[in-house]
């Protein structure tokens, strides 16, 4: 069995949020149960049938879901001080580690910002928190390189986050510029190698666009540094990297020849010759970099990067140098998600599944009722209406923006059931459950295709109350049979929940986390 990968599960949930957008299905939050129970919520059966035979049954109401309740989710990983984490690394399975961190607002109702670990200062705890809000990577006193991916409102958070959850989506503006910050920031080494004697630093001694004149220490041998690279640093002019094409030490001094022109202007400058880095990518731009020897064994301590070029997401490297000195050392670039970081944060942040968010406000104008006991929750797909008449099923797909799914029907004389009781139709023989009864009016969920009136009488289950009903009722509230039909719904998710007891006023609010 192969693995699920971020990208099918965050498009598994484009999937769905495309399709209510387009306008081409709809899902529903539902509730159901209206038997109160006691002690701890039962756990939900793992028996596929029994659970869509009860949600059949005891569905009560349900509310449809915008394209903007359903979003991606990931773990929540706070941002803690003294918290080593882990550095982003395209080579590596990141699933179980932070790579990322999420810092609380600034200010009361303030956003919620994410963060990815470009570099962690050799694995040492990060003490300055993130706090720069800009497309590029930028780098903290402690030595910790983060890059801003996207913002979550405090809305979104409180609708959606969990303990251990937390909803992602695109900052457009990141979005739109990450491709032109999609360079190589960090070239890991695996091998610093041994040997690398043919570097020198100092100052520039003169020169012209293809030479540079460096220090008299340097080495007296010729082509010593043939085949390395040379770095230019000016606070003026900047800095400048070259590749050595030749190297020629007389009694004039020590010169070395670049393979392209340089600023004339040398003075002041400080120069740094060491093996080159190679890179070979899928860039627009490629990288450009030169290594750091350390001079105890001649080993590559470092790489330094002076342009991340960008339009990369693959990237080759190599050390050369003059063959005779120094050999060895292997180095691997870490290169952005393809697009570049903040370009698509459910992918590259390891999407775990999609977060719901809806809730049951009031009567939903006057649509459901709140004068039920509800334990269940749910999410159901493309309900079709029902025949009121029959209790039958149309071949219309429901769109309204709440439905009922229980009987509404008129009791005579005036009887009150127990809820929970199951009664039975004397006539059309079918089974229910009651849901609401106050004497004159009863909710009755299960069989939608009682008779209507002609002598129906309703009766518990053990023959001790019983009462006429008037399904077709001219002062019901909701439609007289529900709205829709619900014995060939499959839920896609359900949950058991505390008794929710609706009363005047009532807002009942629900996060669901569906991993996938």
Known sequence: MGKLLPQFKKSVIDD???????????????????????????????????????NDWQMLFGKKLANTDILPIINKIFWTTNTVYTRYDNTLDLTNTSFYVVTEPAVSGGTYNIYKCIDNANGSPSTQIPDQIQASSFTKSDGYTWRYITSISNFDYGRLATDNFIPVYPNTTIQSSAYNYSGVEVVNIVNGG????????????????????????????????TNNAIYLYNSTIGSQLRNIT?????????????????????????????????????????PQAYSVINSVGNTISSIVIVDTGYGISWANVTIQS????????????????????????????????MGLSFNFANTESNTIPQTVTYNKIGIIKNPYEIDGNTGLKTATLYAGNTFTSFI?????????????DQVTGAISGAVGTVAFSNGSVIYITGDKYFANGAGEMITNANGSVSANIVINTSNSTYDFRGSIYTKDIVPLYIQNINNVNRSSGRVESFKLIVQI
Not at 278 to 284: A, H, I, K, L, S
Not at 327 to 352: F, M
């Open 246 to 286: 030749n190297y020629i030490a007389n009694s004039s001094g020590n010169f070395v020849y670049v393979d392209t022109p340089i600023t004339t202007s040398n003075s002041q400058s400080t120069y740094y010759i060491s093996p080159r880095v190679v890179f070979q990518t899928d860039g627009v731009a490629d």
């Open 16 to 54: 769905i949020v495309s399709s209510i957008t387009a306008n081409t299905a709809t899902y529903y939050g539902f509730a159901g149960n209206p038997i109160s129970y006691s002690g701890n919520t039962p756990a939900v059966t793992s028996d596929d049938f029994s659970s869509t035979f009860t």
């Open 322 to 353: 003059n063959t005779s000195y120094g050999s060895g050392a292997k180095v691997y670039a870490i290169v952005p998600p393809a697009g570049g970081h903040g370009a698509n944060p459910a992918n590259e942040l390891n999407v775990q599944g």
């Open 194 to 225: 041994n040997g690398y004697n043919c570097w020198a630093s100092g100052n520039v001694q003169g020169g012209n666009s293809t030479v540079v004149q460096i220090q008299s220490t340097a080495s007296v041998s010729q082509n010593f540094y």
């Open 408 to 420: 509404t029907a008129n009791v005579s004389p005036s009887t009150t059931f127990t809820v929970g």
